[in-house]
T-cell receptor, first 113, second 110 residues
Framework: KAGVTQTPRYLIKTRGQQVTLSCSPI?????VSWYQQTPGQGLQFLFE???????NKGNFPGRFSGRQFSNSRSEMNVSTLELGDSALYLC????????????FGPGTRLTVL | AQRVTQPEKLLSVFKGAPVELKCNYS??????LFWYVQYSRQRLQLLLR??SRESIKGFTADLNKGETSFHLKKPFAQEEDSAMYYC????????????FGQGTTLQVKP
């Protein structure tokens, strides 16, 4: 069974631009969560989607948004990029929100210059 | 406030020595606790969860609700245990949101 895939793997943007990151969950998994990982703040929860509905949102500004499609694939968007948005963005999938295990993708490394 | 604390950023031990990675949590309710591990150049993956009460790769963790702790232990460390370890909490309610600690790097020296 293929694991969680994330595209692109690396991204370089400049301040003020916007970016879209994509996550394809494991086949059959309907729940997708996003996390931001930085050296200073560690792993922080961004959002959670299940059946195309946002179930939960972390403490991030409105510049961070996301969505989930009918095939469970998910995208997250960051508008008006700031230097502090440079991070590794991880996606995780599970069968359901309370599924036994969340499987993580390799992440997208975003660098904002 | 919901919080997970891993007091040690780095834990360095010799092969064959016992290991204990500390994790304390703050949560008003009955959370689920997990340990995740990230080996070099690999994805973050689940190591174990408290409700399973199992031993994975020789690691065990016991949830102590009185001390709000979920320390990870292994009696004899191996070099292949060297990795980053994250303690995580999942609260009640119909959500999979994980709250992670800052992580502890375990370095097992030969």
């Amino acid at each position: 069974k293929a694991g969680v895939t994330q595209t692109p793997r690396y991204l370089i943007k400049t301040r003020g631009q916007q970016v879209t990151l994509s996550c394809s969950p494991i086949s059959g998994h309907r729940s997708v969560s996003w996390y931001q990982q930085t050296p200073g703040q560690g792993l922080q929860f961004l959002f959670e989607y299940f059946s195309e509905t946002q179930r939960n949102k972390g403490n991030f500004p409105g510049r961070f948004s996301g969505r989930q499609f009918s095939n469970s694939r998910s995208e997250m968007n960051v508008s008006t990029l700031e230097l502090g948005d440079s991070a590794l963005y991880l996606c995780a999938s599970s069968l359901s929100p309370r599924g036994n295990e969340q499987f993580f993708g390799p992440g997208t490394r975003l660098t904002v210059l | 406030a919901q919080r997970v604390t891993q007091p040690e950023k780095l834990l360095s031990v010799f092969k064959g020595a016992p290991v204990e990675l500390k994790c304390n949590y703050s949560y008003s309710g009955s959370p689920e606790l997990f340990w995740y591990v990230q080996y070099s150049r690999q994805r973050l993956q689940l190591l174990l969860r408290h409700i399973s009460r199992e031993s994975i790769k020789g690691f065990t963790a016991d949830l102590n609700k009185g001390e709000t702790s979920f320390h990870l232990k292994k009696p004899f460390a191996q070099e292949e245990d060297s990795a980053m370890y994250y303690c995580a909490l999942r609260g009640t309610g119909n959500t999979g949101k994980l709250i992670f600690g800052q992580g502890t790097t375990l370095q097992v020296k030969p």
